[in-house]
């Protein structure tokens, strides 16, 4: 039976089969990726083959050749990576140039991340509403330099729904990542866009400046209009 890894919360991964039921599955024990070093042997996105048993769950027994995959570096010390998703079609990095500060360095980063994985990614500015005269001036020298370079960027409040309709017809039915710092308003963007799916929203820290992780698992979310949201946690470094 195949099947569409749909959820991943650390030692179980929710597996949408091929029929539109969602199973419960386990990694097999001997189970690994090849030539791959990475904390989690399956990743959100990926199409698995499960053997279903007695209890109503399921072994994850084999994984497709993924198109692509983004990592990131574990939290642990193992210096191994982390697998965030596989098989994207697009991935949105959600920058804020303040409430939290994204700076340049990590978007780069992540930039090198997704070229190097064959993951193509454009960039969302979020909480417009929140910025001075200064900062708007510096978001959009940053706006023009990614789009030169070729990463396309929207400017949206994610709050007041405003600059969501650009978003809503570049995600239509394509498998799309969403990743960006802890704080930088993705629960409260994918709210907007999926109404129904409510996701937990946090504040941010007022002595750090920082936002506080909110998402704890990878979740494909399905889009109203077609195609998936892959929610990931926010990411540190």
Known sequence: MSG???KNTG???LVRTDDGSDVECKVKGNFRLKDIRSTNPIAVGDRVTIV?????TALI???EDRKNYIIRRSSNLSKQSHILAANI???FLIVTVNHPITS???IDRFLAAAEAYRVPVNL???KTDLYAE???EYMDALISLYDYIGYPSIKISALHNTGLEILQERIKDKTTLFSGHSGVGKSTLINALVPDVHLKTGAISGYHGKGMHTTTFSEMIELPQGGFIIDTPGIKG
Do not use: K
């Not at 279903?52 to 109503?56: L, M």
């Open 124 to 126: 969302i500015f979020n």
């Open 89 to 91: 079609d697009l991935c």
């Open 104 to 106: 340049t360095v990590f």
């Open 52 to 56: 279903p048993n007695n209890e109503g």
């Open 11 to 13: 030692s179980w991964y």
């Open 4 to 6: 569409l890894v749909i």
């Open 61 to 63: 027994t084999e994984i």
């Open 134 to 136: 200064e900062e708007i």
